[in-house]
């Protein structure tokens, strides 16, 4: 499992903020965050007429909202980490994700990781029985990543798992356009891959006690792929501008008409193209708090 563990290792430097330094930008849960996506089908262009940070928001007392994880004003971002809470008596997380199924880190779903969950599907099979096979740049490894396609923990693979899937990699429907992702489509850029991972807490705590820890997307930058013979993140890899980090989907609880509940985000840290040791993690310059409040 190299990727795990090279993803452990970033992770791990990213929780341990550096408080001499900043990165610029400004990082918020986006209340009102209209429909972007990618607006061809190279990715190239993107379609994001509500890119505003919306702070404030007042939702029906049943059904479900999403909300976006933005950080606005970025340059040569390469990693993201933060804890969010709100108040459990009032929201419930229903979903937190990014790319749906990425089952190779490559941020971006393929025909193999589809045919595989379409296959785990049709034999009824729980999902921690979910093998995936793929070179990751350092050599052909095999993992078992049905979490991925478990929103709800229940360790099944659901019809609408299973549909959101298809109709996001088969389709375009609803596949956001996330940083990792976005940069994995501009692989013209001349590197060979822009691989991710991501981990977020369970959402079974979350939904429990409204914290969610550690919530953290990287790219992996490799030697001869991202990196330079000395080691250092080559200029270009890492994403530039207005990142889209991931989606969280909220549903008010029972009886709340007239509550409210903030969400706060603390410890953010990000990595960027500077970054070499764990004096390089740096605090997100600017940090915002929504609040949800139910009718």
């Known amino acids: 499992m190299r990727t795990l563990a090279a993803f452990i290792i970033v992770m791990v430097t990213m929780v341990v903020p550096s408080l001499a330094q900043t990165i610029p930008g400004t990082i918020g849960f986006d209340l009102n965050p209209g429909t972007p996506s990618f607006s061809d089908i190279t990715g190239l262009a993107i379609n994001d007429s509500d890119s505003d940070i919306d702070t404030a928001r007042t939702v029906p007392a049943a059904g479900r909202f999403s909300t976006l994880v933005r950080l606005q004003g970025v340059t040569g971002l390469m990693g993201v980490s933060f804890d969010f809470n709100f108040n459990p008596s009032v929201l419930t997380l229903v979903e937190i994700r990014e790319t749906r199924a990425d089952l190779n880190f490559d941020s971006r779903l393929s025909i193999q990781e589809l045919n595989a969950v379409i296959q785990l599907a049709a034999q ?36 609408s798992d299973l549909n959101a899937i298809i109709l996001e990699a088969a389709l375009d429907i609803n596949d956001v356009p996330f940083w990792t992702e976005v940069q994995r489509r501009r692989q013209g850029q001349g590197f060979q891959r822009f691989e991710s991972a991501k981990v977020f807490d369970d959402r079974d705590d979350i939904r429990t006690t409204g914290i969610a820890e550690d919530n953290t997307v990287v ?66 310059a600017n940090v915002l708090t929504s609040t949800v409040t139910v009718q």
């Open 219 to 284: 790219l992996l930058a490799r030697p001869g792929d991202g990196r330079d013979g000395s080691g250092n993140i080559v200029s270009g890899y890492g994403f530039s501008g207005d990142a889209i980090l991931f989606e969280v989907i909220f549903q008010p609880k029972a009886g709340q008409s007239g509550n409210s509940s903030a969400i706060t985000i603390q410890n953010a840290v990000a990595i960027d193209e500077s970054f070499k040791s764990l004096s390089d993690v740096k605090n997100i």
């Open 124 to 159: 009824a099979k729980p999902v921690d029985q979910l093998e995936f096979t793929y070179n990751d740049g350092t050599g052909v490894i095999t993992t078992k990543p049905g979490i991925l396609i478990d929103p709800n923990n229940n360790g099944q693979l659901d019809l």
